[in-house]
């Protein structure tokens, strides 16, 4: 008779731990002051300050989500270089489509690079056409898009770059932060991600220009938002028949966030580099140990800053993906099957509606659509479960 097998019990959910005490009581002592102003103010200044600072940016603006920062920034690349193309992924969140098909872009994809999960540079300079109004790359699970050809193309031709960083805060391309290289970067900070202001956001740049369009488009359009005297008084002067409070510029959604969100995020930002540091310790343990014959281990790691750990199948095996579904389950480990948003955006429904069977001329994310996985990575992960878990996918 054979001995039904144990299945150790890990309690691993996608995410704990990254709000805690310290931040909840930074909140309590916020409300214990004397009638504190709630709404965006002091405390979503001094955030924007403090994260352009750890990040190396000049100017900063915190919104209500990470969709919300791409939202704002396909309508600031709309108002200043007008409509055309932007160039995709397939394998990113829903947001950094709608946010294009929302500003009246059109969409044009390119497929991944298996070790990065990002646009494949090659395929994305192939795709370049006089149209293209720019590049927007997504910085999956903490891994590194960025490579010299790419900046080169969009350099060379004049094509702003725009790189979504929601999904890796702190990580790096030749030791400077994701999120700088572009002309702008847009950052989540969802409770699952690297820092969590409950839900938030952040659009960041060196432009002043697209400084002052986020900041208008944040709050309505409206153009006393801007920090840009000569811009209000411009208005102010070709309008004299609006009253100057209130004058809208284009017409745009409420994005704003609150002073709660704001205390929360400056709470945390002093542990978001240690709290990094044990992620990565975390990964390449996990990485290290896995087997290279089953699983995909060699992602370009340098620089990288992994909030979940990817296991993706070498071969496409659906016995085997069951099989790792199966344990992980029994084991209670959440993950998420496609990785970052699902996988394939080509083949959810409001894609398929536009682009039909498109979705089919995308090999590397269709193989992580169906063979790949997400699985959490928090500071306080305890290395002897991921031990454990890897031993038992290994055995498989
Ligand atoms: C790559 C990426 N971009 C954008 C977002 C949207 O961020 P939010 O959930 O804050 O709207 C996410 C979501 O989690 C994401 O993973």
């Not at 938002?225 to 409420?254: C, M, Q, T």
């Not at 498109?358 to 306080?380: M, W």
Request: aromatic residues 10%.
């Amino acid at each position: 008779m054979t001995r039904p097998v144990q299945f150790p019990d890990l309690d691993w959910p996608l995410m704990r731990n990254n709000i805690t005490r310290a931040d909840l009581d930074a909140v309590i002592e916020f409300l214990r002051r004397d009638d504190p102003i709630l709404t965006q103010s002091r405390e979503v200044e001094a955030f924007e300050r403090e994260w352009s600072q750890w990040l190396g940016v000049k100017h900063s603006v915190f919104v209500n989500s990470g969709s919300s920062a791409n939202e704002l920034t396909m309508l600031a690349l709309r108002e200043k270089f007008g409509g055309g193309e932007v160039i995709v992924p397939p394998l990113c969140w829903i947001s950094d489509i709608a946010s294009v098909l929302f500003a009246g872009f059109t969409p044009v994809f390119a497929d991944i690079n298996p070790r990065t999960l990002g646009l494949d540079s090659a395929d994305v300079i192939r795709k370049l056409t006089p149209r293209t109004r720019a590049v927007f790359i997504t910085h999956i699970l903490g891994y590194n898009a960025l490579d010299d050809a790419l900046l080169d193309a969009c350099r060379t031709r004049g094509i702003p770059l725009i790189e979504d960083v929601c999904e890796s805060h702190g990580a790096t391309f030749r030791g400077r932060k994701l999120g700088t290289w572009g002309w702008a970067s847009n950052f989540s900070f969802y409770y699952a991600h690297h820092l969590s202001t409950i839900e938030g956001g952040m659009i960041c740049t060196d432009d002043r220009e697209l400084y002052e369009l986020c900041r208008l488009g944040r709050s309505h359009g409206m153009v006393r938002e801007s920090r840009d005297d000569a811009l209000k008084e411009r208005y102010v002067r070709e309008h004299a028949d609006l009253n100057p409070a209130f004058i809208f510029a284009f017409p745009a959604h409420n994005m704003r966030s609150t002073e709660i969100n704001a205390v929360m995020g400056r709470s945390q930002l002093p542990r978001l580099d240690a709290n990094n540091l044990l992620r990565t310790r975390n990964l390449e343990r996990f990485l290290a140990r896995l087997d290279p014959r089953k699983f995909r281990t060699d992602f370009a790691t340098e620089g990288s800053s992994n909030y979940a750990f990817t296991l993706i199948l070498r071969e496409p095996d659906e016995a085997l993906r069951d099989r790792c579904m199966a344990v992980m389950s029994r084991c209670r480990v959440e993950f998420r099957r496609g990785t970052s948003g699902g996988g394939n955006q080509l083949r959810q429904p409001y894609l398929r509606r536009l682009l039909g069977d498109h979705y089919r001329q995308f090999p590397q994310t269709d193989h992580v659509h169906f063979f790949g996985f997400y699985i959490g990575n928090y500071p306080d992960l305890d290395p002897a479960k991921i031990d454990v878990l890897v031993d038992l996918l290994n055995a498989l």
